[in-house]
């Protein structure tokens, strides 16, 4: 691929693809040529990205006739399952932020950190997994190199803006005292849903699903035992996950930790003597994953707990689209 490639955002209106273009800026993401895309109603709009303003396209079925090396979609699973083979049919690389071709076997799953490999076999669509699951196999990895993973129990406490704007209107209106929702079936502010994305015949969501089935693809290993329980709750940004592990192998917790803190895309904070641990509301806006409350589960052979937190529209979404991009063009 060209050392600048030409690069199209789908979806850039939208949450996510506003971010997507804010962190392309942070990280002076190289290209040639731009196309912002969007759905008919935002086309025509301006954006202005590195101080040059950009007219927003709409999506259409002629859009990838262009010379679009990379396509970066945040539009939502209809739009990605429609245009994506489109675009690669074209000789555009997608990269997909929907759940769209997270379980196609042809697709790769990738979180760069962890098996930035897979990019490799792509055939033309790469996707970027589920945003609870990105921040937690950045920690689950260098663990299962060294020691094994037997079991995962994960318990997540996700923000609103893992819904979209409609999340944070949710938030926002029920911070003002209003009962009224859009996007969630129970009012958010003073409250946890543990009901993320639609429940399925298993009595499990789609999003405690996704987690356990994203867990096994990119790392490689269906034996692992995985279960979930995802939870809303009402602050804005960053998914903290408590994360109960059972390891193959015994281990010390200070050489866990020491491992966790030289790892890739992780920072530890793990103070508790003096409060230190990791909060969304310090980690909004960042890049890596944070991990802490490092400590031996007493009730099982080679157990620990961890606390792992992350900006679920940053690293969950916008960011690690953007590291797959970069590992691309290397």
């Known amino acids: 691929m060209n050392k600048k490639p030409n690069l199209a955002i789908v979806g850039a209106t939208g949450l996510v693809g506003s971010t997507?273009?804010?962190v392309l800026e942070?990280?002076?993401?190289?290209?040639?040529?731009?196309?912002?895309?969007?759905?008919?109603?935002?086309?025509?709009?301006?954006?202005?990205?590195?101080?040059?303003?950009?007219?927003?396209?709409?999506l259409t079925e002629q859009s990838f006739k262009k010379p679009i090396d990379i396509a970066i979609f945040s539009a939502g699973g209809s739009v990605s399952?429609?245009?994506?083979?489109?675009?690669a049919e074209c000789g555009v690389t997608v990269i997909d932020n929907s759940s769209a071709w997270r379980m196609d076997a042809n697709v790769p799953l990738v979180v760069p950190e962890v098996n930035a490999d897979d990019i490799k076999w792509n055939k033309g669509i790469i996707a970027n997994p589920n945003c609870s699951t990105i921040q937690a196999v950045v920690v689950l990895k260098p663990l299962y190199d060294k020691y094994g993973?037997?079991?995962?129990?994960?318990?997540?406490?996700?923000?609103?803006?893992?819904?979209?704007?409609?999340?944070?209107?949710?938030?926002?209106?029920?911070?003002?005292?209003?009962?009224?929702?859009?996007?969630?079936?129970?009012?958010?502010?003073?409250?946890?849903?543990?009901?993320?994305?639609?429940?399925?015949e298993n009595g499990y969501t789609k999003e405690e699903m996704k987690m356990i089935?994203?867990?096994h693809k990119i790392l490689g290993d269906d034996k692992i035992g995985v279960t979930a329980t995802t939870v809303r709750?009402?602050?804005?940004?960053?998914h903290s996950e408590s994360i109960n592990i059972e390891l193959e192998k015994p281990f010390e917790i200070d050489d866990i930790k020491k491992l966790l803190a030289s790892s890739q895309g992780?920072?530890?904070?793990?103070?508790?003597?003096?409060?230190?641990?990791?909060?969304?509301?310090?980690?909004a806006g960042k890049d890596e994953v944070f991990v802490g409350r490092i400590r031996r589960d007493f009730s099982v052979e080679n157990g620990i707990n961890i606390w792992v937190v992350a900006d679920n529209i940053r690293k969950g979404a916008a960011t690690n689209a953007i590291q797959i991009a970069e590992e691309l063009i290397k």
């Open 20 to 22: 997507v273009l804010k």
């Open 26 to 58: 942070e990280r002076n993401f190289p290209f040639d040529n731009l196309y912002i895309m969007a759905s008919a109603k935002s086309a025509g709009n301006t954006i202005t990205f590195k101080g040059k303003d950009y007219i927003v396209e709409e």
């Open 81 to 87: 399952q429609k245009f994506a083979p489109i675009a």
């Open 149 to 200: 993973l037997k079991r995962i129990i994960y318990s997540t406490y996700q923000a609103v803006s893992g819904t979209g704007l409609k999340g944070i209107e949710d938030l926002k209106n029920g911070l003002a005292g209003s009962t009224e929702t859009v996007a969630y079936p129970h009012p958010i502010a003073g409250n946890c849903l543990p009901h993320i994305d639609v429940f399925t």
């Open 213 to 215: 089935k994203e867990t």
């Open 233 to 238: 709750v009402p602050i804005f940004d960053c």
């Open 266 to 283: 992780l920072v530890l904070q793990d103070d508790p003597a003096n409060n230190v641990y990791p909060l969304a509301r310090n980690i």
